[in-house]
Every structure is written in C-alpha cells, then in structure tokens.
C-alpha cells in the first residue's frame, strides 16, 4: 500500500511541477521519458533548449536533495543524451538539467541548472 501511496504521491508532484513550467512559457515536452539508460521525469522546452527536470519528493527540501544520488545524476545524463540524439542539433543542443525539490507539504523548490560545472 506505501509503494503506491508514494507512486501517486510521485505523480501528484511531477504535475504541479510541469504545471510551474507551462505557466512560465516552457511547454512540456514529455513526462517519465524512458530511454535505455533510464527515465527522465519532465523534459521540458524553451525555445530551441532542452530542460531535463528530475522531481525529488521527501518530508522536507534537504531530504528531498539527499535522495540525489551520484548514480542517479550518471542515469540522467544517459538519458539525456539519448534523448537529444532525436533533437534537430543533437548534442550540441543547449540544455540545462533542473531539479525540483516538493516537501510533504507539497511546497516546491526549483533548483535551475543544479548539474552545471
């Protein structure tokens, strides 16, 4: 019963988060994109860039950024780049990798461009 509790509780947030999207202007490109390195919660356009958006829920923000592990960031970026291989500009399309943080209270903290060097 938790594992689906927390499954729609999952959605629940991955919509409110795309829902922040659309309503600056950046339309949603595709929800739970799944590639063979792994999925990719919310992929998002702005314009000509690609925002891949990992949506991490937990009892408060700080949890919610612990649960973001190295070999998640590894699995992101597989999937990103096998999902920009189908872009007009492939690799060399500008993006940015976002990750929103939502707390048991559904509060969202949006953390842009979080995998930058």
């Known amino acids: 019963m938790t594992g689906r509790i927390s499954y729609h509780a999952g959605l629940a947030a991955e919509d409110q988060v795309a829902q922040i999207y659309v309503r600056s202007g950046r339309a949603i490109a595709a929800r739970r994109w799944r590639g063979s390195c792994g999925e990719i919660d919310l992929i998002a356009r702005d314009g000509a860039n690609v925002i891949f958006i990992e949506v991490k829920k ?40 976002d990750v929103a943080l939502v707390d048991c209270h559904g509060r969202i903290e949006l953390r842009e461009n979080v995998f930058a060097a």
């Open 58 to 97: 937990s009892k408060s923000h700080a949890r919610a950024a612990e649960r973001l592990t190295d070999r998640q960031i590894a699995r992101i970026y597989g999937a990103a780049s096998e999902f920009l291989g189908g872009e007009p500009r492939g690799q060399a399309t500008d993006v940015r990798f």
